[in-house]
């Protein structure tokens, strides 16, 4: 399987990190507030590696069956795994075995599922609800005006922590454009706050749209081509 070099990752998250540092002085974040989360899914248990040796220890997976093996081959390493793919409820037992975040939750039934098969000698599983910014009917996420009663059920369950909300936008490519889906999940993020549902977590921002997100209060990109090249075909 082709991976990339070691050289080359190492390149590409030194790169990255200049870059969220950059935007952090140039929008007057927090320097250190926007985490970067390596999206390592299609790519081969070598690249994980690699970025581990170059010191990025937070990796999101899409696919389960995909992300088990890389799980247990890093065990001995600190690594700290997110799960930012859509979920089938036959799925859950694994994930809430094996994950430390769960990126993409959208329904009750699957955060109730996750809840009771978490161990609860393990950190809750922290938790961010998926929100479809783009009112596109094709896109994944509650509806903005959902995500409260959504976020007031989730918050009650035990074994969970909920810690903020994701978004995956619709593709734009104008700056002015790109942060509107930005700025409304964190404007979301303020509602709920206001109501009472304490959140630390804005989950936005991917290799195309990583300024704007950081721009409009990011605290977590998902970044995956822009450290590992172009995505593989998967098996
Ligand atoms: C693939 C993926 C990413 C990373 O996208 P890039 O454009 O490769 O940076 C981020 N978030 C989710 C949910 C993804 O599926």
């Avoid at 978490?118 to 961010?128: A, F, G, K, V």
């Avoid at 909920?162 to 104008?174: F, K, Q, Y």
């Avoid at 290799?207 to 998902?222: F, H, K, L, P, W």
């Amino acid at each position: 399987m082709k991976q990339a070099s070691q050289n080359t990752i190492a390149q590409n998250l030194q790169s990255i990190r200049e870059q969220i540092h950059q935007a952090e002085l140039q929008y007057g974040r927090e320097p250190g507030s926007v985490q970067l989360l390596a999206v390592s899914k299609t790519r081969p248990i070598e690249d994980i590696q690699s970025a581990l040796t170059a010191d990025q220890h937070s990796f999101g997976e899409n696919y389960l069956q995909d992300a088990l093996p890389k799980i247990a081959a890093t065990s001995e390493a600190a690594v700290e795994w997110h799960f930012i793919g859509p979920i089938q409820s036959n799925k859950t037992r694994l994930i809430a075995e094996h994950f430390d975040w769960v990126h993409t939750i959208e329904r009750l039934k699957i955060a109730r599922r996750l809840s009771e098969q978490r161990n609860p000698t393990l950190e809750p599983l922290n938790i961010c609800i998926q929100v479809n910014t783009s009112a596109e009917a094709s896109k994944s996420g509650i509806a903005p005006e959902e995500t409260l009663p959504l976020a007031k059920q989730i918050a009650a369950l035990p074994n969970l922590c909920l810690r903020g909300l994701m978004t995956i936008p619709a593709a734009a490519t104008e700056f002015e454009q790109q942060r509107q889906p930005f700025r409304l999940l964190r404007e979301l993020k303020d509602d709920l706050q206001t109501e009472g549902i304490e959140l630390d977590t804005l989950s936005m921002g991917m290799s195309n749209d990583m300024q704007a997100a950081i721009a409009e209060g990011s605290t977590m990109v998902r970044i995956g081509t822009a450290i590992f090249g172009a995505r593989l075909p998967r098996k």
